[in-house]
């Protein structure tokens, strides 16, 4: 029957970004410890093996059993780019930078903080932080340590 | 096991807004190839429908097509890597032509990109990446495609003039193409002075959206005989290889990986190296893509690519012609469309048939086709 027994969704992944595509996932927690301003990836109990973006499953021992590990210290800016157009969805956030962040055992993608542009170098010494965007979504953005 | 030939080539025009259905802009391409290969419908064994989702409403368009250009009760398959579609139906039509399952294959690639606006267009380019953890920040692909360009300007020490360069190659031969949607000419000033869409990319460093259709037909050596295929383009050597969705999982940024994976197989497979290819369709959705494709294909060593363009040996009468048809920056890019559009400038070229795009005399064709940003890599090496 229509409402019986149905189990509440955990939609919790649609606070993520401008605009999320994806509100279920096992990782849902990433947006809690978010919410506590830990930016988080994943490790496997099993082999020791890293991620970011994090995920809830191991393809190199098969298995599923992951702890969070915080995103620390800095990372070495890689490469970015400013949009000064945006698709659908995105214009109100113009201009914004989209970067990579290298931290040697993984990356980072995501959107430059407040440094201004003409401070952005290639090879500079960035942090990622938790950033609540105007409309009440959470993102992370790279910013001076 | 023979050889696998491409018996027919068609496309029709590329434009920014087609006036029809899409089995109706296919139907142009096939119509094209068909009469090209002096074939009928009973000649063909099985159809491969390349595209990619979400422009038009059509879910499963494969069926769609067959029935509209005659292919049914021929058994048909939908192929999709992006803007790779068209060359990974190559790779398909191939191994089932090779492995002598179907004796000919027909591969028929389209997109109609004009049902949507260039906004949501670029939306759905940008979920053609990682729509869990990257287009939440609002991706596109020039904004991906300019990471690329600011990680190899940076590393290199090569300046968005080189990048403005390979667009007034592709300018100065759009209007030679009959097919090509953007035929005017645009010279280094206008490219340099153009406004900025993702920095380092200006308007002119990127191609633009269009429609179109493209089919070539690939076949057996029997079927070669049969038909009595005067001018059989051989497919010689076909390679492809993925890479992380994520940017986070890329280890290089000042080239792409798949390329340089997917050239090393074809060219194994072909039995050839770079300094052997004559003439070559490269995918320049945006000026750095064609630059970085000079160098992952071995035409240049890295870092190396500016001076081919300086030097202007990439354009028609130079010593390794690349994209003298106009490529997609003059072509424009039909997604699904671009690889069989590019097979088909270089089975023309092959066959002498290039008109005023042909270059002289050459022996053996080189298409590089990438799907995302560098998601898929596609080279396809054919010989006359």
């Known amino acids: 029957m229509a409402g019986k027994d149905k189990k509440e969704k955990d939609l919790r992944f649609a606070k993520f970004g401008t605009v999320s595509f994806t509100a279920t996932t096992k990782v849902n927690d990433f947006i809690d410890l978010m919410e506590k301003g830990q930016v988080s990836g994943t490790k496997c109990k099993a082999c020791g093996m890293v991620f970011f973006p994090p995920r809830a499953d191991c393809y190199n021992c098969l298995t599923s059993d992951m702890e969070w590990f915080p995103v620390a210290g800095t990372g070495k800016l890689v490469t970015y780019s400013q949009l000064m157009y945006a698709p659908v969805g995105f214009t109100e956030d113009l201009p914004y930078a989209i970067a990579v962040l290298d931290y040697g055992d993984y990356k980072v993608f995501g959107r430059i903080g407040d440094v201004p542009l003409s401070e952005v170098t290639i090879g500079m010494e960035l942090k990622t932080e938790v950033n609540k965007l105007p409309n009440g979504q959470l993102n992370y953005v790279f910013n001076r340590p | ?384």
Request: hydrophobic share 40%; glycine share 10%; net charge neutral.
């Open chain 2, 1 to 384: 096991m023979g050889r696998v030939a491409i018996i027919g080539v068609g496309q029709s025009a590329f434009s920014r807004g087609y006036p029809g259905s899409i089995r109706e802009l296919c139907f142009e391409a096939y119509k094209e190839a068909m009469q090209d290969a002096k074939a009928q419908n009973k000649d063909i064994g099985a159809s491969v429908i390349c595209s990619s989702p979400e422009y038009d409403k059509q879910r499963s368009p494969a069926g769609v097509m067959a029935e509209y250009l005659g292919l049914t009760p021929q058994p048909t398959f939908y192929a999709e890597t992006l803007c790779s579609s068209s060359s990974t139906g190559l790779k398909l039509a191939y191994s089932l032509v090779k492995s002598g399952l179907h004796q000919s294959v027909l591969v028929l690639g389209f997109q109609k990109m004009s049902e949507i606006s260039s906004a949501e267009s670029q939306e759905r380019m940008g979920r053609g990446a990682d729509i869990q953890w990257e287009s939440p920040f609002g991706t596109m692909m020039p904004a991906y495609y300019a990471m690329y360009a600011r990680a190899y300007l940076n590393h290199y020490g090569v300046t968005e003039e080189d990048l403005a360069l390979i667009r007034v190659k592709a300018a100065t031969y759009g209007p030679l193409n009959e097919k090509a949607g953007f035929k005017k000419a645009v010279d280094l000033a206008t490219c340099l002075s153009a406004d900025p869409v993702a920095s380092p990319l200006k308007v002119y460093d990127c191609c633009a959206n269009a429609d179109g259709a493209s089919c070539f037909i690939v076949a057996s050596e029997q079927v070669v005989k049969d038909l009595g295929i005067a001018k059989p383009i051989w497919v010689l050597g076909v390679g492809a290889a993925s890479a992380p969705v994520n940017m986070a999982g890329r280890d290089l940024f000042t080239g792409l990986r798949v390329a340089q994976l997917a050239s090393q197989e074809a060219y194994k497979m072909a039995g050839i190296t770079a300094k052997q290819v004559n003439v070559a369709e490269v995918h320049d959705c945006f000026t750095i893509a064609e630059m970085m494709a000079y160098e992952n294909l071995g035409f240049a060593e890295p870092g190396q690519g500016k001076e081919l363009i300086r030097a202007k040996a990439t354009y028609k009468e130079g010593h390794i012609p690349v994209n003298v048809d106009g490529g997609l920056l003059s072509k424009g890019h039909p997604i699904g469309a671009t690889g069989g559009s590019q097979i088909r400038t270089i089975v023309l070229q092959l066959r002498g048939e290039a008109g005023p795009m042909q270059v002289k005399d050459p022996a053996i064709g080189l298409v590089h086709n990438i799907g995302g940003v560098g998601l898929y890599g596609n080279v396809s090496i054919l010989g006359r």
